[in-house]
């Protein structure tokens, strides 16, 4: 619809996120965006997984849906399948605490490049979130975030893409982890854990197309460093990742390992 349209009309919203926080904060964004330009909201439903978004999405068929990506029992990108099956043309907004690849790519599967209605970061500050908002409620205009925009470009070039588990990984190294602690992490054995990380590094050192490999004016020879460096030339990673990972990081080591 025209914001002439949604003006007159009003708007149906449905915000999936199974965090509450999280969704209040969201409303509150659709509610301030939709003042401003003066357009009312005839109703506003909220789903706390993808399986409730999917029904409720089927149910009142809305206008516009904020969609978190990692929700229990379906996530975000699965639930936008099933509710585009039967909703085509409908408008989502996915919000992301991380930009992962496999997210990415799976949402690449399921919808054209350019239908992507948008995918923004839960890190951006509110006018960021709130700007996103509206390119794709009032301008009509997908909305993706540079970092995201990023890995979609190398994922059409086809560079290796990097799996869930891989980035947890380079979070885990990125943070601090000992190989000992990613082992007591994830339930494997040390010699697990040691194996993946050098498979991490091996298949982000192979290939010519390397960010490694390209003339940085950097030498870093440390593994872990290098794996580091490459999850923020991938855009993987974010200073802001590293200061609010850092906080939990340290809570974490000293509950489960006794030290800080």
């Given at each position: 619809m025209t914001i002439t349209?949604?003006?007159?009309?009003g708007i149906k919203l449905l915000i999936a996120e199974?965090?509450?926080?999280?969704?209040q904060h969201g409303c509150?964004?659709?509610r301030q965006v939709l003042e401003k330009h003066n357009i009312p909201i005839d109703q506003l439903e909220e789903a706390s997984d993808g399986t409730e978004a999917v029904r409720k999405a089927k149910s009142i068929r809305p206008d516009f849906v904020l969609m978190d990506v990692a929700m229990p029992t379906l996530n975000g990108i699965k639930a936008a399948a099933e509710i585009w099956?039967?909703?085509?043309?409908?408008?989502?907004?996915f919000w992301s605490q991380y930009h992962h690849e496999a997210y990415i790519r799976e949402l690449g599967k399921i919808v054209p490049d350019e239908a992507i209605h948008g995918y923004i970061l839960k890190s951006e500050n509110d006018g960021t979130l709130a700007q996103a908002i509206e390119s794709v409620i009032v301008e009509d205009l997908p909305y993706v975030t540079s970092t995201?925009?990023?890995?979609?470009?190398?994922?059409?070039?086809?560079?290796?893409?990097?799996s869930d588990l891989e980035f947890e990984t380079l979070m885990d190294i990125a943070i601090g982890l000992t190989d000992k602690a990613i082992a007591q992490k994830e339930h494997i054995s040390y010699r697990g854990a040691q194996n993946r990380l050098s498979n991490l590094l091996n298949k982000l050192l192979k290939g010519e197309d390397s960010y490694l490999k390209e003339s940085t004016g950097l030498e870093i020879y440390n593994p872990r460093t290098r794996l580091i460096f490459e999850a923020f030339m991938r855009g993987l990673l974010t200073r802001e990742d590293l200061e609010s990972q850092n906080?939990?990081?340290?809570?974490?080591?000293?509950?489960?390992?006794g030290y800080e």
């Open positions: 349209e949604l003006q007159k009309n199974d965090l509450l926080t999280l969704r509150e964004l659709l099956k039967e909703l085509p043309t409908l408008k989502i907004l995201v925009e990023e890995v979609r470009h190398r994922l059409r070039d086809k560079s290796s893409a990097i906080v939990e990081h340290k809570r974490w080591l000293f509950s489960e390992f």
